[in-house]
């Protein structure tokens, strides 16, 4: 079994974003017209059998999906209980060539960031995330360290907080 340093490195490609679930379809609708893609909700699961997306259409506000391209198939590793009994995780560990979507989403008085990111150094998990980061690039505005779409933006202007997190300050909101 490979180590951890022979296929990641600690430096991450992220980007942090703000965008509304109308933003994320543009995106991911621009992506998939150009590659076959599947996404699944990262997390650790009773059966190794995980739910595979083909669209982004139904992903979901504050959910973490991998992203593969096809035809790669989503691997699951077991992980051992320590009551007994085995879950199966869902992450980029054994999944080379994936990125990571946070969605984020809008709370009762706050949109909250999201992030597109991947740890792989594989050539493959690169070029998603550069795919990706070009889409944002083209239909985001960059404001400070954030990137934000259309309708987030249109939030921003109407006076809605724009928050890293769900538990930020007001001083931490992004404001242009």
Not at 25 to 35: D, F, M, Q, T
Not at 43 to 54: K, S
Not at 76 to 82: E, F, G, K, L, Y
Not at 88 to 115: C, K, W, Y
Request: aromatic share 8%; hydrophobic share 35%; proline share 6%.
């Amino acid at each position: 079994m490979p180590k951890p340093q022979d296929w990641i490195e600690m430096r991450k490609s992220q980007t942090s974003v703000f965008a509304t679930s109308a933003d994320w379809v543009n995106v991911i609708s621009n992506i998939l017209a150009k590659r076959a893609l599947t996404f699944s909700k990262t997390g650790v699961f009773d059966t190794p059998d995980v739910e595979e997306l083909d669209d982004g259409k139904s992903l979901e506000p504050f959910a973490s999906y991998l992203v593969l391209g096809r035809p790669n198939r989503l691997a699951t590793r077991p992980v051992a209980q320590r009551s007994g009994g085995t879950k199966h995780a869902l992450d980029q560990l054994d999944n080379p060539g994936s990125v990571v979507l946070q969605i984020g989403g809008m709370e009762v008085d706050r949109l909250v960031a999201g992030q597109i990111g991947t740890v792989r150094t594989e050539q493959a998990a690169q070029d998603l995330y550069e795919s990706f980061l070009s889409e944002v690039k083209k239909q985001f505005v960059k404001i400070k360290s954030y990137y934000v779409g259309p309708d987030a933006a249109r939030l921003l202007d109407a006076g809605q907080r724009l928050s890293p997190t769900s538990k930020s300050p007001p001083e931490y909101d992004l404001t242009r």
